[in-house]
Structure formats: structure tokens, C-alpha cells
């Protein structure tokens, strides 16, 4: 009985261990993910951002070209 006991506590005791690896690897790993995917995100909002503007300078220019149409129709 004492047997199955000392062999219960070191498979508990490996798990233990396992456990430990584990989340000394996930804190170490997860802030690196974690940069990577902010970096990703910053970049794609910084796209965005520059698709946008690109379309507001076409709107802009696209409401100047009517002006012009319009002013150059008057008699």
C-alpha cells in the first residue's frame, strides 16, 4: 500500500513539475505573443488610417473638380 502511495506522490509530484515548465514557458512566451499581435494590430490601424485619408484627399478632390465643372457650365 505504502508502495502504490510513493508512486502516486511522484507521479503527482512530476505533474507538479510539468506544470511548473509550463507556466515558466507561457509567462516568458505570452508578453513576445502578445508584442507581436499589438505590433500586427498597430500596423493594420496604421493602414486603415492611411486608406482613409487617401480617400478623404480623393473626396476632397473629387468636390473641387465639381466646383470647377460647375463654374466653367455658368454662362
Given at each position: 500500500?505504502?508502495?502504490?502511495?510513493?508512486?502516486?506522490?511522484?507521479?503527482?509530484?512530476?505533474?507538479?513539475?510539468?506544470?511548473?515548465?509550463?507556466?515558466?514557458?507561457?509567462?516568458?512566451?505570452?508578453?513576445?505573443?502578445?508584442?507581436?499581435?499589438?505590433?500586427?494590430?498597430?500596423?493594420?490601424i496604421t493602414q486603415m488610417e492611411e486608406a482613409r485619408d487617401r480617400l478623404k484627399q480623393s473626396r476632397d478632390e473629387l468636390e473641387e473638380m465639381g466646383q470647377r465643372i460647375e463654374e466653367l457650365q455658368r454662362p
Open positions: 500500500m505504502l508502495c502504490y502511495m510513493d508512486d502516486e506522490l511522484r507521479r503527482i509530484d512530476a505533474d507538479i513539475d510539468d506544470l511548473d515548465d509550463q507556466i515558466s514557458r507561457l509567462r516568458f512566451e505570452v508578453p513576445g505573443r502578445l508584442r507581436e499581435y499589438e505590433d500586427a494590430l498597430i500596423s493594420e
